[in-house]
T-cell receptor
């Protein structure tokens, strides 16, 4: 089955700096990679996603890159703000989108 | 749009009792709903995938007789934790995937249900 590894598990950055979270996956059939932001006690919220036919996608301060050959994808947050502090999860979809595997999560702390 | 609700948001029950959690897609139809379990400071673990009108597909290690899933309509799926024990205490989150649409693989998560078994 799919195995998704995510690192780092915790990340502290100064406000205004960039944050990068990386994930690797094992199943070459995986073709959809969403990123979720989860604040304490709340539901995961989709913040950006990328499909296997695209190498990079950007939405304002957030960008995701995908390297299919190396089977890894990364989340980039620029100009971080305190409200970016949360746990971020990557995920990989395979098997006709039915099977979803999540990374372990990264706790991001943005220090004002 | 794409709102998913869960009820109850939290529940406390005695060991040995059963608890039912509802997951509803409020403004879209969902042919597929997913049930996850999340322990404190840990990731979401997929428990099962339910498709409307058919039996749920359970992940390895998840007891289907203990975690009963019913997906009777395109907007409602239920998870019943039978004979609950303290080790079943957790945060249960559902998600729903819209039928058709431009992003058929996008999932929308419910707010979660905090289950505490005494």
């Amino acid at each position: 089955g799919e195995n998704v590894e995510q690192h780092p598990s915790t990340l502290s950055v100064q406000e205004g700096d960039s944050a990068v979270i990386k994930c690797t996956y094992s199943d070459s059939a995986s073709n959809y990679f969403p990123w979720y932001k989860q604040e304490l006690g709340k539901r995961p919220q989709l913040i950006i996603d990328i499909r296997s036919n695209v190498g990079e996608k950007k939405d304002q301060r957030i960008a995701v890159t995908l390297n299919k050959t190396a089977k890894h994808f990364s989340l980039h947050i620029t100009e971080t703000q305190p409200e970016d502090s949360a746990v971020y999860f990557c995920a990989a979809h395979s098997g006709g989108y039915q099977k979803v595997t999540f990374g372990i999560g990264t706790k991001l702390q943005v220090i004002p | 749009g794409a709102v998913v609700s869960q009820h109850p948001s939290w529940v406390i029950c005695k060991s040995g009792t059963s608890v039912k959690i509802e997951c509803r897609s409020l403004d879209f139809q969902a042919t597929t709903m997913f049930w996850y379990r999340q322990f404190p400071k840990q990731s979401l673990m997929l428990m099962a995938t339910s498709n409307e009108g058919s039996k749920a597909t359970y992940e390895q290690g998840v007891e289907k007789d203990k975690f009963l899933i019913n997906h009777a309509s395109l907007t409602l799926s239920t998870l019943t934790v039978t004979s609950a024990h303290p080790e079943d205490s957790s945060f249960y989150i559902c998600s729903a995937r819209p039928a058709g649409g431009q992003s058929p693989d996008t999932q929308y998560f419910g707010p979660g249900t905090r289950l505490t078994v005494l």
